[in-house]
């Protein structure tokens, strides 16, 4: 069983919106570093956007200005809300989560390297 499960994925038109949620179950307490990452046909794996335990966020260049993350501690929770996507953005969106809180302090965003527990992901295809 996954340590994190997603969730929110699904087809949406160009130009649309999703709001992808994360249970990060005990990786969800503000000592974890939580990040979301993509894969998407014909490329690696890598980063979108991470946020410390703080809450607070650094983002990739794979898609910044078109996504915010967030996190409720509370709930043990992780969100990526979507906006403007593109067909380019179909493929499979993961979060996973690390001890490590620098790698969420990283500018250019959160590295595939060095997170430890990951969910299986959620499919996301964005048509034309």
């Known amino acids: 069983q996954a340590e994190l499960e997603e969730s929110g994925g699904g087809s949406v038109q160009a130009g649309g919106s999703l709001r992808l949620s994360c249970a990060a179950d005990?990786?969800?307490?503000?000592?974890?570093?939580l990040a979301w990452f993509r894969q998407v046909p014909g490329k690696e794996r890598e980063g979108i956007a991470g946020?410390?335990?703080?809450?607070?966020?650094t983002y990739a260049d794979t898609m910044r200005g078109r996504v915010t993350v967030s996190r409720d501690n509370a709930k043990n929770t992780l969100y990526l809300q979507m906006s403007s996507l593109t067909p380019e953005d179909t493929g499979m969106y993961f979060c996973?989560?690390?001890?490590?809180?620098?790698?969420?302090?990283?500018?250019?965003?959160?590295?595939?390297?060095?997170?430890?527990?990951w969910g299986r992901g959620t499919q996301v295809t964005v048509s034309s």
């Open positions: 996973a989560a690390t001890l490590f809180e620098r790698l969420c302090q990283d500018p250019r965003g959160p590295p595939t390297r060095g997170f430890g527990y």
């Open positions: 005990r990786y969800g307490n503000s000592a974890y570093c």
């Open positions: 946020v410390g335990g703080d809450g607070a966020a």
